[in-house]
Nanobody
C-alpha cells in the first residue's frame, strides 16, 4: 500500500511564503504532485513532478510563484510557495501515480491534506 503524509501548512500573510512537504512513507518510484481545494470549489491541479525530477508541470495560476521539487533519498516531495495570495487559501493534497500525466489527471494515491490560509 502507498502512504502519503503532508505537513507544513499554516497561516501566513499575503505576500509571504510557505513550504509544504509530502513524505512517501512506503517508498517507491512514483511521479508525485499537489492539488488544492477551497470551500465550495472543485479540487484543482497545482503541480506535478516525475520520479527523476526531469519533468515538471504547473497550473497557470501558480507559475512563477510555486516550485515543486523532490529528494528521493528522503522519499519527500516539496512545494515551495512564494508571493502567496488570499485566493491560494485551500486544503492542499499530495498525490502519486506512475507518471506525471497520471498524477495530473487520475492520481492513484492521496494524502490526508494540509490547510493553507493566506490572510489579506
Amino acid at each position: 500500500q502507498v502512504q502519503l503524509v503532508e505537513s507544513g501548512g499554516g497561516l501566513v500573510q499575503a505576500g509571504g511564503s510557505l513550504r509544504l512537504s509530502c513524505l512517501l512513507r512506503t517508498g517507491g518510484a512514483y511521479a508525485m504532485g499537489w492539488f488544492r481545494q477551497a470551500p465550495g470549489k472543485e479540487r484543482e491541479f497545482v503541480a506535478a513532478i516525475s520520479w527523476s525530477g526531469a519533468t515538471t508541470n504547473y497550473a497557470d495560476s501558480v507559475k512563477g510563484r510555486f516550485t515543486i521539487s523532490r529528494d528521493n533519498v528522503k522519499n519527500t516531495v516539496y512545494l515551495q510557495m512564494n508571493s502567496l495570495k488570499p485566493e491560494d487559501t485551500a486544503v492542499y493534497y499530495c498525490a502519486a501515480g506512475q507518471n506525471t500525466v497520471v498524477v495530473k489527471t487520475t492520481p492513484g494515491y492521496w494524502g490526508q491534506g494540509t490547510q493553507v490560509t493566506v490572510s489579506s
